[in-house]
């Protein structure tokens, strides 16, 4: 039920593999530690990997008088994940359905999920700009505030993808909180020197010709991964590295957008 919901934050990429699912655990789980209460929506349909990353993968949802009870990360209640993963009994079990299921069971995600007062729902969405993401769209009116987040990697390929988003986010009228370039370099986990193996500064030069904010570079840091199978949140075990630094950054720039009703 998204009227018990403040704020929606939708993470968006042109292109599948790019980092979409770990962004959006990253944001859900670094919310919860500045103290909010979040919900984090999986609706990848065909590659739902929210409970493969946050290490939920035996969890089941359940039906309660008012509808869907999400999976909680803790005790207290301040993370509630939603996402068809529960739904299936194999990770490998591919959702093969048309439109209109999918329509449904989209529908079903956003307005039958007890949610209980969020702050902030991030939602996990497809790659591309498919009927997923306009069902989505037509499912927000409800919320107060709603921005988009686009992920990228700096090959070329990705960012000229990312160009479609920012286009379906103008069109539809989504705000655009910015762009994250993620897998930007390697975060040694030893000596926490990061490396740019590849190039980088595609999505910071896309940010400029597109005139939107750039959020930040992510490096590859197999600590972050990690951790989030534990279900802590790097902001929280690597202070200094540069995923937090991105990250924190991110929650201030959320929490203004918010506070200026943006
Ligand atoms: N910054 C990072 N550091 C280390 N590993 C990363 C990072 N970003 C992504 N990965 C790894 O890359 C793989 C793909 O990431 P992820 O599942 O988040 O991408 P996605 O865009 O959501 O993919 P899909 O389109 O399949 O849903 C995962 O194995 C993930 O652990
Ligand atoms: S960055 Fe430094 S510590 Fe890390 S692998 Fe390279 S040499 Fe070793």
Not at 132 to 138: D, K, P
Not at 202 to 223: H, I, N, Q, T
């Amino acid at each position: 039920m998204l009227e018990s919901v403040k704020c929606v934050i939708l993470i968006l990429s042109g292109k599948g593999g790019v980092g979409k699912s770990t962004v959006s655990t990253q944001l859900a789980l670094t919310l919860k530690e500045k103290g909010f209460k979040v919900g984090l929506l999986d609706v990848d349909l065909c590659g739902p990997s929210v409970p493969y990353i946050l290490n939920l993968e035996t969890e089941n949802i359940h039906q309660g008088a008012e509808g869907w009870i999400p999976v909680y990360l803790d005790k207290d209640q301040k993370l509630g994940v939603m996402s068809i993963g529960f739904l299936l009994k194999n990770r490998n079990d591919a959702v093969v359905w048309r439109g209109p299921k999918k329509t449904a069971m989209i529908k079903q995600f956003l307005e039958d999920v007890c949610w209980q007062d969020l702050d902030f729902l991030v939602i996990d969405t497809p790659p591309g700009t498919s009927d997923e993401h306009i069902t989505v769209m037509e499912n927000l009116r409800q919320v107060p505030q709603c921005s988009a987040i686009l992920v990228t990697t700096p090959q070329e390929v990705a960012i000229e993808d990312v160009r479609k988003e920012i286009t379906f986010c103008r069109k539809t009228g989504i705000p655009i909180l910015g762009i994250i370039e993620n897998m930007s370099g390697f975060q040694c986990p030893t000596c926490n020197e990061c490396t740019n193996i590849f190039s980088s500064g595609g999505g910071k030069a896309l940010a400029d010709v597109a005139k939107v904010p750039f959020l930040g570079s992510l490096p590859l840091d197999p600590r972050v991964g990690k951790l989030a199978g534990q279900g802590v949140a790097a902001v929280k075990e690597l202070p200094d590295s540069n995923t937090s630094k991105v990250f924190n950054h991110l929650v201030t720039v959320l929490t203004e957008s918010t506070q200026n009703g943006s």
